[in-house]
């Protein structure tokens, strides 16, 4: 059965003979279907009941829906794929609702009252630029994906033209920082030195041996000792050698009861001795080359703070 054939005039009960009685009928016509219900024809095509809406089937009527307040139920569908629009250019609803939107943005001049701009123009959207890069003034936020930044991948070794990565142990890696630094985290001031044996933090070291420093011995003038963690590394492209600390504080291989403040010697085989100040001489003032920073009464060879002069 068509739609029209459900309904007849209220006026005389006549029925309908075809869709044109729905579309050429006045503003204010009353149909009856043939449940009992009663529609009227209003000046948008539309035919109003509470319960229920039927459309008008001419184009330019059908834009419009006379339904403030109303709710649909089920599912709203067009009479054809992709040729159907709701609002227009010109006539566009103030807001719509809902959870999700599937479908192509064939505008986003606008987003949330934002226009769009390819340059860091503060309150836009940021929009991608000829050349599908994006610019920013600074990007807050987390990089779930940083292996290439500006067409340079990451590295945690000191690999040209690569970004720099920390490592596992939260280092990073450079052949050259240029820059200032303020601060060191370790106490003492290093030069690498080739050595004729591989010698233990601490060990007291002179100029001489078969390389250029060798363990200290009575005598000998000693420059430092083995650092264990130097603060500044200099000449530290020589190929080989240990670091020597020059200056600052480090510890010391010491032989004999030392007691803070005491000057130090070189001794036997890479150690130290106090030098008492009561019987200190001028000879043996010349080889001073640290200040103990600790006492001990222990006789035996030890480890103790002192500082290098």
Do not use: C, H
Not at 131 to 154: D, E, H, I, V
């Amino acid at each position: 059965m068509a739609l029209y054939e459900e309904f007849t005039f209220k006026s005389n009960g006549a029925a309908l003979t075809s869709m044109d009685d729905f579309i050429g009928a006045t503003t204010g016509t009353q149909f009856e279907k043939n449940t009992g219900e009663l529609y009227t024809k209003t000046a948008n095509g539309v035919f109003d009941k509470v319960t229920r809406k039927y459309f008008s089937q001419i184009e330019s009527d059908a834009k419009y829906v006379d339904a403030a307040g109303d709710t649909f139920t089920g599912t709203m569908m067009p009479n054809a794929n992709n040729t159907l629009m709701i609002g227009s250019d010109t006539v566009r609803f103030n807001t719509i609702f809902a959870t999700t939107f599937n479908g192509k943005a064939t505008d986003s001049a606008l987003l949330n009252g934002y226009g769009d701009s390819t340059s860091s123009t503060a309150n836009s959207i940021a929009r991608r630029d000829a050349s599908g890069n994006l610019t920013a003034g600074t990007f807050n936020g987390t990089s779930t994906n940083s292996s290439q930044l500006n067409g340079y991948t990451q590295s945690v070794y000191a690999t040209a033209n690569t970004i720099a990565l920390r490592d596992a142990y939260g280092n990073l890696n450079a052949v050259l920082f240029q820059g200032t630094a303020t601060s060191a985290q370790f106490a003492d001031l290093a030069e690498k030195y080739l050595t004729d044996s591989e010698y233990a933090v601490g060990t007291v070291v002179a100029v001489g041996g078969e390389q250029e420093v060798t363990a200290a011995q009575p005598g000998d003038l000693a420059i430092g000792v083995i650092s264990e963690n130097p603060a500044y590394m200099m000449n530290s492209a020589l190929e080989g050698g240990q670091y020597v600390a020059l200056k600052g504080r480090v510890p010391v291989w010491v032989v004999g009861e030392v007691n803070k403040g005491d000057r130090l010697i070189a001794t036997s085989n890479g150690t130290a001795r106090a030098l008492s100040k009561s019987a200190e001489s001028l000879l043996d003032a010349q080889y001073v080359f640290a200040v103990s920073l600790e006492s001990s009464n222990n006789a035996s060879e030890k480890l103790i703070e002192a500082v290098i002069l």
